[in-house]
């Protein structure tokens, strides 16, 4: 069924628009509404913040999974999968739009577009980048985009189902929480993005060898083992580089457009390597 899953909610969400019930607006509505609650019970800035801030929406989703996931011949836990999959893929523009958006206006040389375009790869953060800088910024981006709105949720999925899917949403957006709320508290905005950069560990090991398997895979494995002081971000997106044959950042970079858009095709390979071995995984359990 998770492969199944897996499929339709690939399919579903290419044709979602954007906003909607998969927006996060609603849930930086309820931060909003606890963290003056919580603050006056010292009970925010810290784990407990954190906890407070995902429990409410992820018990209902555990509820239904390990309550009623089987009934009706298994429908009600497909329709769950598939709905917390497609929130968990983000609520915004899909990566082909957002790739399109950025090389249309980078090769016509409308440089506002292209910071506005990169800025919505970069996951709404605000960086100069000079314009002939931005084709890496952008496939840089790009990558680490889509481990954190596919190839992280679709992990946690696999491994604990739909809550893992929507519990890693969560923590995404708990973490954003901070990032844009300058009154968060250092003690929240820590614990949140440290959920996040645990939740990620496994994903970005697993993405940075389907990426080198897909691409490159001497060039990947060997930038994979010399950045292990780098951080995670970057050591991830330099391993994606090099299995797109980009050299190494040492040396001088003139990417164009063409860079993010043949970054895109080895994610998209990188997600059949990814189906492929679900299919693997599914095979063995029946067998």
Avoid at 23 to 42: I, K, N, V
Avoid at 246 to 271: F, I, M, N, W, Y
Wanted: proline share 5%; glycine share 10%.
């Amino acid at each position: 069924m998770k492969l199944l899953a897996l499929i339709a909610a690939l399919l579903i969400n290419s044709h979602l628009p954007p906003g909607g019930w998969r927006s996060a607006r609603g849930f930086f509505r309820y931060g909003a509404w606890l963290q003056p609650r919580l603050m006056r019970l010292h009970a925010w800035d810290n784990y407990l913040g954190v906890a407070l801030m995902l429990l409410p929406a992820l018990l209902p989703v555990a509820l239904l999974q390990w309550g009623l996931g089987e009934a009706l011949f298994g429908a009600v836990g497909l329709l769950l999968a598939v709905a917390a999959l497609c929130f968990a893929f983000g609520g915004g523009e899909s990566l082909e739009a957002e790739v399109a958006a950025f090389t249309a206006a980078w090769r016509r040389g409308d440089e506002p577009a292209a910071a506005a375009a990169l800025k919505a790869l970069a996951g709404g953060r605000d960086a100069q980048t000079a314009f002939e800088a931005m084709p890496e910024a952008a496939t840089g981006h790009l990558l680490l985009r889509a481990r954190t709105r596919l190839f992280a949720p679709v992990f946690w999925f696999v491994v604990l189902g739909p809550v893992g899917a929507f519990g890693y949403r969560l923590a995404v957006m708990a973490r954003a929480f901070g990032d844009c709320h300058d009154n968060a508290g250092p003690g929240y905005c820590g614990r949140a993005a440290g959920l996040v950069a645990a939740l990620d560990w496994l994903p970005d090991r697993l993405m940075a060898l389907t990426l080198a398997l897909a691409g490159h895979f001497s060039a990947a494995w060997t930038v994979w083992e010399q950045e292990v002081t780098a951080s995670a971000p970057q050591r991830l997106a330099e391993t994606g580089l090099a299995a797109l044959g980009v050299p190494p950042a040492t040396t001088p970079r003139d990417l164009t457009a063409d860079a993010v858009e043949d970054a895109h095709a080895l994610l998209r390979r990188t997600v059949y390597v990814w189906l492929a071995l679900v299919a693997v995984g599914v095979l063995l359990v029946l067998g």
